[in-house]
């Protein structure tokens, strides 16, 4: 059965750092699609954060040179490093995995439950 | 940037049919997935490849796509249909994936 579960999260102050953890079973990390995903206060989904069975990573523009998407291949394990956070970075933050319906074109077929990161001062 | 666009919110009584549209240029050579966000959970997929539904998710969920627009149609709403639902594709340089707006499905 694949699972993913979420850890991390936290209350923080603009311009803290946290650093999200998303720890997998039931299938091995490194050989898919990975992203984070948040879901801000009011707002919709929002894909943050990708990272490819080959290592490449994408971010979106709102997050672009303050996150940092990794994964330890050892602990089958997702991370999402947040620095200099900002208030609009409140939401809840969700790892999901990547399943793909032909070349370059991914849905997301499992989710975790998420884990609440809150900046505010 | 590339976007999908949904309806706000759409409702429907117990037993009726239910229609969700998503509109966005590159659907016209994208897939498209549809989830399904209950209030306090996690999203759910419940349409993938325009019109595939993964086992487990009911029936009256199906899922059409006609040019730039997708549709997510609900045949039979039941109160526990009541959701956000979000659309989902490729960007255009398909280096990411975007969702739709979301749509509030409040059943009467």
């Known amino acids: 059965e694949v699972r993913l579960v979420e850890s991390g999260g936290g209350l923080v102050q603009p311009g803290g750092s946290l650093r999200l953890s998303c720890a997998a079973s039931g299938f091995t990390v490194r050989n898919n699609y990975m992203s984070w995903v948040r879901r801000a206060p009011g707002k919709g989904l929002e894909s943050v954060s990708v990272?490819?069975?080959?290592?490449?990573?994408y971010y979106g523009e709102s997050v672009k040179g303050r996150f940092t998407i990794s994964r330890d291949n050892v602990k089958n394990t997702l991370h999402l490093q947040m620095n200099s956070l900002k208030p609009e970075d409140t939401a809840m933050y969700y790892c999901?995995?990547?399943?793909?319906?032909?070349?370059?074109?991914?849905?997301?077929?499992?989710w975790g439950q998420g884990t609440q990161v809150t900046v505010s001062s | 940037s590339y976007e999908l666009t949904q309806p706000p919110s759409v409702s429907a009584s117990p037993g009726e049919t239910a229609k969700i549209t998503c509109s966005g240029d590159a659907l016209a050579k994208h897939y498209s997935s549809w989830y399904q966000q209950k209030a306090g959970q996690a999203p759910v997929l419940v349409i993938y490849?325009?019109?595939e539904r993964p086992s487990g998710i009911p029936e009256r969920f199906s899922g059409s796509s006609s040019g730039t627009t997708v549709t997510l149609t609900v045949t039979g709403v039941q109160a526990e249909d009541e959701a956000d639902y979000y659309c989902?594709?490729?960007?255009?340089?398909?280096?990411?994936?975007?969702f739709g707006g979301g749509t509030e499905l409040t059943v009467l």
């Open positions: 490849k325009d019109s």
């Open positions: 989902q594709s490729a960007d255009s340089t398909y280096s990411h994936q975007v």
């Open positions: 990272i490819f069975s080959g290592g490449d990573t």
């Open positions: 999901a995995r990547g399943s793909v319906v032909v070349s370059a074109q991914y849905y997301f077929d499992s």
